[in-house]
């Protein structure tokens, strides 16, 4: 009431942005929506009969897609729960959409614990997404009009949400690199996608929100450039200008099954070349011994 000016009591109709806006937010995120699509349409598939919406919004709490049943269709539409419905909390108060994007983790918010009295009727469980630099670009919200909800079935929701849009933030994630080897960085104290983009250097060029928190690469925007094998505190890998001639030996050596002419030619040197170059670095022209000191 103090913050954004709202009554609880207010019984307007929920805020839309103007057809040209939404497309243009859509437009803005359209490969992110590609990407969400069929994990929005895999959750609506397990929570669609229960009389539940599956909604997707974007940074601001802008309805960027949805999917519900038909039939629950000018219920939903109603209330607001649909593309172009403005969900943040300057326009709704507290809210399941709004407070998951102002206090920036997932919620529940049932029933009455909704600030305007019109939303009371609703159940909402919410999960924020974030982008490849880190930042908050989505909330994943699971909506119920069902008066029998209980609060035990919305924790069961909440949990696919949480996990549906870990999935999306990692789909979204790699659609951001598609040339980089991406490596799932595994954390005991971290739910959330933990991914790491790296180049054909060994230089990470990208993480998950959770994966520069992890491993201190910085919370938004661009990381600091550091080599992959730094992070997990391993010493062989390549270091020093005779490591990476090794280690590129070795590849080229392996992508040619053993074969040092075709090897050669893969790195641009003669094969009398590569073969003084191999008895230097203590290589052997056995596949089975590449790797041999």
């Known amino acids: 009431m103090l913050k954004h000016g709202l009554d609880p009591a207010e019984r307007r109709v929920p805020e839309r942005v103007e057809e040209a806006e939404l497309r243009q937010r859509q437009v803005g995120l359209e490969q992110f929506l590609q990407v969400a699509a069929p994990k929005l349409d895999q959750l609506f598939g397990l929570l669609g009969h229960s009389g539940c919406a599956v909604l997707l919004t974007d940074a601001e709490g802008v309805v ?81 009009a069902r008066s029998d909800q209980t609060e035990a079935f919305n924790r069961l929701i909440g949990a696919m949400v949480a996990q549906t849009a870990r999935q999306i933030e990692a789909d979204n994630f790699r659609a951001a690199y598609p040339r980089a ?32 928190k992890a491993f201190s690469l910085g919370n938004e925007a661009a990381i600091r450039p550091v080599p992959a094998s730094d992070l997990f505190g391993r010493e ?14 070795i590849r080229a050596l392996a992508r040619a099954g053993g074969n040092v002419s075709e090897a050669a030619r893969a790195l641009g040197v003669g094969r009398a070349t590569l073969y003084r170059r191999m008895n230097r670095l203590g290589l052997y022209e056995s596949t089975g011994d590449l790797s041999q000191e």
Not at 122 to 139: E, H, K, L, V
């Open 181 to 212: 080897r991406i490596i799932y960085a595994d954390h005991d104290e971290s739910e959330a996608a933990m991914l790491l983009a790296v180049d054909s250097d060994d230089i990470v060029v990208g993480a998950t929100r959770a994966a520069r």
């Open 64 to 144: 960027l897609d949805q999917r519900c049943a038909e039939g629950d269709a000018p219920i939903f539409e109603d209330w607001g729960l649909w593309q172009g419905a403005d969900w943040s909390e300057a326009a709704e108060g507290t809210n399941g959409i709004g407070t998951c994007i102002a206090e920036d983790r997932r919620v529940i918010i049932h029933r009455n614990e909704h600030f305007l009295a019109r939303n009371t009727a609703m159940s909402c469980m919410d999960a924020p997404i974030y982008g490849a630099n880190g930042r908050i670009m989505a909330a994943l919200d699971v909506s119920s």
């Open 236 to 249: 062989d890998g390549p270091r020093g200008f005779e490591k990476a001639e090794r280690a590129a030996v």
